[in-house]
């Protein structure tokens, strides 16, 4: 949502706390477990981007990670929403949540969090720094890394960050490709501006970009 | 605009939803309510600002630990023992006196989890995305942070697998201060680009 207007301060009362309820950092632990545990179908990420665009701006940001865990889990078969929905009117009446302890499991999870598994060096990347690039008109199906304010600008490469998995062609499922770290300046993606000039680095998938 | 204030009348029935999928989760026996317990208490705790305040201290006193910051920031954030989800490859983008940087996610929240925790809702939200790329020195007046107008401000937006930290410049007055002490200046602001490291008192 690079370069929306209209969504007023930043800093506003409660904006520096991480979170505003128990409940969130729940999700957030759900969701987490959801992908070290093999649960999910699908990137939490690319789902929380199929929610209607209206939905998506009223919703809180763990409201929306609430909704991409449960569906994932319901795309994976894990779950289904009558179940929910059951808990649901259960708790709801003032049932007591069901309690499971694991301690072994508890510090596997702990560990899994701590594994590094850094981007492979891009071994042969059609773009060395110094060149200038541009950014492709497009308009993806789905999920996206590609900021719409930059489509069609042309920068230049500062550096090859490596190699990752292509995350347009059902999320995180491509073939690696080389991502490069590549500036622009303001005027070229938003044009002139009473605060003068400034820079926008961004990491671009290798299938963004063409020469300029 | 504020989703906090519109839509506090729902937030019992995220919270009910939220315990039912636990619940579920639990029941079924795909999860522990350890495991949860474990996840939430490593991010409330472990994880945090305090860890990147220890990498901006270290290369604030040791030159060739900045040095490796610089070349491979998540290798040398490792030797500190950081390390981890959102932070498989980590890039430390050093301020000066002639250049500013400021972090952000425009797609949604990526943030580098091992050194700085889990993101501020204002780093979350439409305001910050939408407009730190587009009016910068804007955004960092409502922070309190006036830079002159010759300092370069780059932007980073996290687009890629790659977390970036910024590398506050180190406060005047600070000489004959321990790395603990100069630690204790370190903001996660400063480390976001939204702010500066704090002077001594």
Redesign the interface.
């Known amino acids: 949502?690079?370069?929306?207007?209209?969504?007023?301060?930043?800093?506003?009362p409660?904006?520096?706390?991480?979170?505003?309820?128990?409940?969130?950092?729940?999700?957030?632990?759900?969701s987490?477990?959801v992908g070290i545990?093999g649960?999910g179908k699908g990137s939490g990420?690319a789902i929380?981007e199929e929610m209607e665009p209206a939905e998506y701006?009223?919703?809180?940001?763990?409201?929306r990670w609430?909704w991409s865990?449960?569906r994932r889990?319901l795309r994976s078969g894990?779950?289904t929403e009558n179940?929910?929905?059951a808990?649901?009117a259960?708790?709801?009446d003032g049932g007591p949540?069901?309690?499971?302890?694991?301690?072994a499991?508890?510090?596997r999870?702990?560990a899994a969090?701590?594994?590094?598994?850094?981007?492979e060096p891009a071994g042969n990347p059609s773009f060395a720094p110094g060149a200038e690039v541009r950014v492709r008109r497009m308009r993806p199906g789905g999920h996206t890394?590609?900021?719409r304010?930059a489509r069609g600008a042309t920068g230049v490469v500062e550096a090859v960050?490596?190699l990752?998995a292509f995350p347009d062609i059902g999320p995180y499922a491509g073939p690696d490709e080389p991502?490069y770290?590549v500036?622009f300046a303001?005027d070229d993606?938003?044009g002139p501006?009473s605060?003068?000039r400034?820079?926008?680095?961004?990491?671009?998938?290798e299938s963004y970009l063409e020469q300029a | 605009?504020?989703?906090?204030h519109?839509?506090h009348h729902d937030?019992d029935e995220?919270?009910?939803?939220?315990?039912?999928?636990?619940?579920?989760?639990?029941?079924?026996?795909?999860?522990?309510?350890?495991?949860?317990?474990?996840?939430?208490e490593?991010?409330?705790r472990d994880l945090g600002p305090q860890n990147g305040a220890r990498v901006v201290a270290r290369a604030w006193v040791d030159p060739a630990y900045r040095d490796r910051l610089r070349s491979d920031g998540?290798a040398a954030i490792?030797e500190l023992g950081y390390?981890?989800?959102e932070?498989?490859?980590m890039?430390v983008v050093e301020n000066t006196p002639a250049v500013h940087n400021v972090v952000?996610c425009?797609?949604?929240?990526c943030y580098p989890w091992?050194v700085l925790?889990?993101?501020?809702?204002?780093y979350?939200?439409?305001?910050?995305?939408?407009?730190?790329?587009?009016?910068?020195?804007?955004?960092l007046r409502?922070?309190g942070v006036v830079l002159p107008?010759e300092v370069?401000?780059?932007?980073?937006?996290?687009?890629?697998?790659?977390r970036y930290l910024v590398l506050p410049e180190r406060p005047s007055g600070t000489d004959g201060m321990s790395e603990e002490e100069l630690a204790g200046l370190v903001t996660r602001d400063s480390m976001i680009g939204t702010g500066l490291a704090a002077s001594p008192a």
Request: charged share 25%; with cysteine.
């Open positions: 949502m690079g370069g929306m207007q209209g969504f007023g301060a930043v800093v506003t409660g904006s520096d706390a991480v979170s505003h309820a128990d409940w969130e950092l729940r999700v957030f632990a759900i987490t477990l545990e649960l990420r929380r701006l009223r919703a809180g940001y763990y409201e609430l865990t449960e889990l894990a779950i179940e929910v929905d808990w649901v259960r708790l709801a949540p069901p309690r499971h302890d694991d301690p499991a508890a510090a999870v702990v969090t701590a594994e590094v598994d850094p981007l890394r590609c900021p304010y960050r490596g990752d991502v770290a500036a303001s993606l938003f501006s605060e003068g400034w820079t926008v680095m961004l990491d671009l998938f | 605009m504020s989703h906090e519109h839509h937030h995220l919270a009910l939803r939220a315990a039912a999928l636990e619940a579920v989760l639990v029941e079924k026996g795909l999860l522990s309510t350890d495991q949860i317990d474990a996840i939430v490593r991010y409330e998540a490792r390390g981890g989800f932070g498989d490859t890039v952000v425009t797609l949604c929240s091992p925790g889990l993101p501020p809702t204002w979350k939200s439409p305001a910050y995305r939408a407009r730190v790329v587009a009016e910068p020195r804007a955004v409502e922070f107008p370069e401000i780059r932007v980073w937006d996290s687009t890629s697998e790659v």
